[in-house]
């Protein structure tokens, strides 16, 4: 059975940090790729199977870091530097049975229910 489930979601200022995971049961989570869209499938960032290569959204760039920590299934989101319009529910995907762009939200396979992030100005 696949499940992903995240985590970290809250209320923060403008400016201020969140740092959003994923725990990804063990079948969804060995040796794939995983990503982090928001709001309507939005691409945010991605990762591949094991850690090497990650990819942004131009609007994150240099403010928000992926990462996955293997030995718990989990793959995080380091939110920096946060503006009123990262506002939205956080998503995290798992790409399986693709092989296609990383960027899509259309090449994922299982999504999790998601996590809301609020930043008041």
């Known amino acids: 059975q696949v499940q992903l489930v995240e985590s970290g979601g809250g209320l923060v200022q403008a400016g201020g940090s969140l740092r959003l995971s994923c725990t990804a049961s063990a079948r969804a989570f060995s040796g794939y790729p995983m990503g982090w869209f928001r709001r309507d499938r939005e691409f945010v960032a991605a990762i591949d199977w094991s850690?090497?290569?990650?990819y942004y959204a131009d609007s994150v760039k240099g403010r928000f870091t992926i990462s996955r920590r293997n030995a718990k299934n989990t793959v995080d989101l380091q939110m920096n530097s946060l503006k009123p319009e990262d506002a939205g529910v956080y998503y995290c995907?798992?790409?399986?049975?693709?092989?296609?762009?990383?960027?899509?939200?259309?090449?994922?396979?299982?999504w999790g229910q998601g996590t809301q992030v609020t930043v008041s100005s």
């Open positions: 850690g090497d290569s990650t």
């Open positions: 995907a798992v790409q399986i049975y693709n092989r296609a762009s990383l960027l899509s939200p259309v090449s994922y396979d299982y």
